[in-house]
């Protein structure tokens, strides 16, 4: 074949050339990373489109996404109370491990559902496919920021505080949630689009893993019910963080909540898990390698389908 | 010779349809062997699209032609093969794809540009230019919900035409919108391809291809079947299309009792070369001959729009109370028709001679004819007329 003997010798002086074969095509994270950073105005469009979209003929507009934060708070104070096992300054504890758990499980819905959503584009326009779980990540981002208002606020108005050295810790966690987030979303948006089944049993997934983190209820809790037990001559209480989630939440309720047991008129009863922030940046740490090496799996899964999501839509 | 723009090389493509597709994983597994029927819809299909050429991809339905603009674009993975491209490529398969419908016309523009690649900053230098092309100027900050759909193609174009890329992949969106805005945007392309831009162009509209394209690849059933000039692959285009549509079509039958001697298309203009300019007059003049005495002739015509192949006008001797009687030797019949009313474009006539009683055929011709629609130029002079004046007492 001529053109092909011809074309060999200019593809290297041409970066340009697109070539598309039979071949899934190979992820290179690097790469692709610097892919997405140029296409980055095709994310932001989209964000802004889904923002737009969810509150579009809505009166209240983006106030929605910070009543969901509020109306929580108001349900399960009114049942802590209720059942007579209330933390001191529960607004604070409660907001800053849910607000982790939103971006996570918003993230994670409508990131499963991004490709089929906008199958119409899928099918229809040649763009870098990952864009579409990342532009759910960054709707659900954009709540959080907001929601974090929220939470602000009832900090100050609470006269709470901010605690400066756990503070500290708030990088390290947002940035594990952030990977963990991206690698889960990832995941089960290549699967969604296959197996339907996978977006219903997140919702059932979903219910369990939030009850099982200690969002609403205190950490201390869950040291104290497993203290001393094994499993394999394992601690059943650092089985526990297996739950990447439980380890960032816990990273959060340190962070922002600061103090493992406040003082209220009274002896101080612990709140948070009892254990140094040393130990708890270690477990987010580990966490967060275990994540990195999710992401590179999942996003490499997700690469990988991707090439047929226009066939299997 | 320069580095083709677009190298493909042995692409195949197959699809598996499924009777039902199984998307549950409880489908997945309790009809593992759920019947899987493999269609190919490309097989081993090799062309190149020169720098700056511009391609007509032409085939009927289900042909593979969406399928091999949507293998170049990236959109389809080829099962075999490889296509190489080079340069900046915008795809356009559906006009105002990315479009959503909650947000404005100005949004949709940004939206639909950042997919074809255009930065904000770029889209900021361009949009001027969008909104005066679309001509929706008054709407640019309404939904596009409220567009109606001829907005909505126009609006989709332009910021398709303003994307700047060095290969452009247009699927079947010109047949859209009404007639000036089609008009525009075939200069639009054709401005693409002094610039030397590369154009693949995908089209029922053969005439378009004709006019646009320097070279022409015909695909059917999912293979190349023709590839070469414009008018030729056309001409097999056209062909491969009758018989598909007619398995039994022929270009003449008949048993020639009486046979058609002569047929000339006689236009206002006189010379059959060049076009004719809608609404003027046209006669087609039909001499028959016999050859042996015919009791019942009818003779009729019928003329076909030369891009879709639709009957757009016909006749008939016996429908216009016309009964030619009993005759061995010669006649002319001659069907005026005072003003053609049809749009720009070839046309092409059938001629037919059958028996008034039965309908057996004697002889036609399929399609053996054509000539071509030029629109009426737009008198733009001042011109002598004179006019007439009354004054009445009332």
Known sequence: MQPLLRMRGSVAADAETAVRTSEPPHLRMGQRARDLYAHREILLNLVRKELKVKYAASVLGAVWSLLNPVVFLAVFTFVTRVIGNSLPYYPVYLLSGLLAWNLFSVSLTTGARSVIDNANLVKKMSFAREILPLAAIGVALVDYVLQTGVLLLVVIATGYGLHVPELSLFPLAFLTLLVFTAAMTFWMAALNVRYRDVQHLLNVGLLVWFWVTPIVYAGALVQDELAGRELLGVKLFDLYFLNPLAAIVEGMHRALYGVVAPAVSGAPTPVLVDSSMGWIAAVLVAVLVGSAVLLRLAWGLYFRLSGDFAEEL | MSVPALEIVEVSKKFRLYREKPTSLKARLLHSRMQV??????????????????????????????????????????????????????????????????????????????????????????????????????????????????????????????????????????????????????????????????????????????????????????????????????????????????????????????????????????????????????????????????????????????????????????????????????????????????????????????????????????????????????????????????????
Not at chain 2, 245 to 251: E, I, K, R, T
């Open chain 2, 37 to 394: 029927e493999d269609f190919w819809a490309l097989r081993d299909v090799s062309f190149d699209v020169a720098e700056g050429g511009s391609l007509g991809l032409i085939g009927h339905n289900g042909s593979g032609k969406t399928t091999l603009l949507k293998i170049v674009a990236g959109i389809l993975r080829p099962t075999s093969g490889i296509v190489r491209q080079r340069g900046r490529l915008a795809a356009l398969l559906e006009l105002g794809a990315g479009f959503h419908p909650e947000l404005t016309g100005k949004e949709n523009v940004y939206l639909n540009a950042s997919f074809l690649g255009l930065s904000r900053k770029e889209t900021d230098r361009a949009y001027e230019d969008v909104v005066a092309f679309a001509e929706l100027e008054d709407f640019m900050d309404n939904q596009v919900k409220f567009y109606s759909s001829g907005m909505l193609v126009r609006l989709g174009f332009a910021v398709a035409v303003h994307v700047d890329p060095e290969v452009l992949l247009i699927d079947e969106v010109l047949a859209v919108g009404d007639e000036a805005f089609q008009a525009k945007c075939l200069d639009r392309i054709g401005t693409f391809r002094r610039e030397g831009r590369t154009i693949v162009l995908v089209t029922h509209a053969l005439d378009t291809v004709r006019q646009i394209c320097d070279r022409a690849v015909m695909l059917h059933h999912g293979m190349v079947h023709a590839t070469g000039a414009p008018d030729d692959v056309v001409r097999e285009m056209r062909y491969v299309l009758l018989g598909v549509a007619d398995s039994g079509f022929v270009p003449e039958e008949g048993t020639r009792e009486a046979e058609i001697a002569n047929v000339e298309l006689i236009r206002a203009s006189g010379t059959s070369d060049r076009p004719m300019l809608r609404g003027d007059p046209l006669a087609i003049q039909v001499d028959v001959r016999t050859n042996e005495p015919v009791d019942d002739l009818d003779v009729d015509f019928q003329i076909l729009d030369g891009a879709t192949n639709h009957p757009v006008l016909e006749a008939k001797t016996s429908a216009g109370g016309i009964v030619i009687g009993r005759f061995d030797g010669k006649k002319r019949v001659r069907f005026r028709i005072p003003a053609f009313p049809y749009t720009a474009g070839k046309y092409w006539v059938t001629i037919g001679l059958t028996s008034r009683e039965t309908g057996h055929l004697y002889h036609v011709q399929t399609q053996r004819y054509e000539f071509e629609v030029a629109d009426a130029p737009r008198v733009q002079d001042r011109v002598d007329v004179s006019v007439d004046i009354e004054v009445e007492d009332l």
